[in-house]
């Protein structure tokens, strides 16, 4: 999990595809937000509680900026199983935001707002964790109208629409559509349609995505074979790798099934040898002349 956690912000952290991300999801893809117009922002905060202090760390944040004045800062958070507490670690990321901001800006500058996105990666099942805040607790009637809720931005990436996933311009698409194409079907083989031209696309990140590709299908074949490509300097498409990797599949496949089939004619060998002699495995085997470091996986076999 804290494999999958650190390749996915290392993706997410390039200002084209953080821009592209908060442009598609907040603002149904206009581009608002440009990726020059973006700075980091610290991802760790430090709290005191029981006496210690503590560092918690975002995923990532940024600071949204037009013309040197500082509109948001921005935070992503990537979940690929739902988290019950999600909304309480939320508002202690915004809380220590804001509270940042008063001690930088010390009273001499006005505060700007923070906004929180977080992606859903997961495509089994639909978030079926809390909100809110007040889904968190069981909060009696009378406490209710002194406890002030609060709402997470939650997006379920497979759940977006064809239409909200041609908008992604970045890298991220082919994330967000793998996510898509496994909860429709449980398979992903090629980019979508929905995805602007993927055999002509050339990757950007091209590196961050295929590890990032390898962690979330735990097939090491994305990253092998992205190696391939960047070393042989061939296209840096989609379309490229995965045709790679299918061709690397039947060729093991290839192999596997012939490695099966001599293993089987030995087999078959070795019984009759038996019938015909009554000979035990082991002499059987010796008379073929199969090695002794073969006899043993053949006889668990027989």
């Not at 930088?104 to 909100?131: A, D, I, M, S």
């Not at 931005?153 to 698409?173: C, P, Q, V, Y």
């Not at 449980?186 to 993927?198: L, Q």
Request: charged share 35%; net charge negative.
């Amino acid at each position: 999990m804290a494999e999958k956690d650190m390749t996915e912000k290392t993706l997410e952290a390039y200002n084209d595809v953080f821009a592209d991300i908060v442009n598609v999801l907040l603002f149904n893809g206009r581009r608002l937000v440009k990726e020059d117009d973006l700075e980091d922002e610290a991802p760790r905060s430090i709290y005191k509680a029981d006496g210690k202090f503590h560092e918690e760390e975002r995923d990532i944040a940024k600071r949204w900026k037009d013309c040197g004045v500082r509109i948001a800062l921005f935070g992503i958070e990537n979940q690929t199983e739902p988290e019950r507490n999600m909304p309480v670690r939320v508002i202690g990321y915004d809380g220590a935001a804001y509270r940042s901001q008063l001690l930088r800006n010390k009273k001499t500058e006005p505060c700007y707002p923070v906004v929180t996105l977080v992606l859903y990666l997961g495509f089994k099942q639909h978030w079926n964790k809390p909100l809110t805040l007040y889904d968190c607790f069981q909060i009696p009637e009378d406490l209710k109208p002194y406890v002030n809720d609060y709402r997470i931005n939650l997006f379920e990436i497979a759940w977006l629409s064809d239409e909200r996933l041609g908008m992604f311009t970045s890298d991220f698409k082919y994330l967000a559509d793998y996510c898509v194409q496994m909860r429709k079907r449980n398979d992903y083989e090629k980019p979508s349609e929905t995805v602007a031209a993927p055999d002509m696309d050339t990757i950007k990140h091209f590196d961050e995505l295929f590890k990032l590709f390898t962690v979330m299908t735990d097939d090491p074949r994305f990253e092998e074979t992205a190696n391939e490509v960047r070393k042989e300097g061939g296209p840096r498409t989609m379309c490229e790798v995965l045709d790679r990797i299918e061709a690397r599949g039947e060729a093991r496949g290839e192999a596997r099934g012939k490695a099966l089939g001599w293993e089987n004619a030995l087999l078959v060998a070795v019984k009759n040898l038996m019938r015909s002699t009554k000979w035990t495995a082991e002499q059987a085997m010796e008379a073929l002349g199969i090695p002794a470091a073969e006899q043993k996986e053949l006889k668990t076999k027989l």
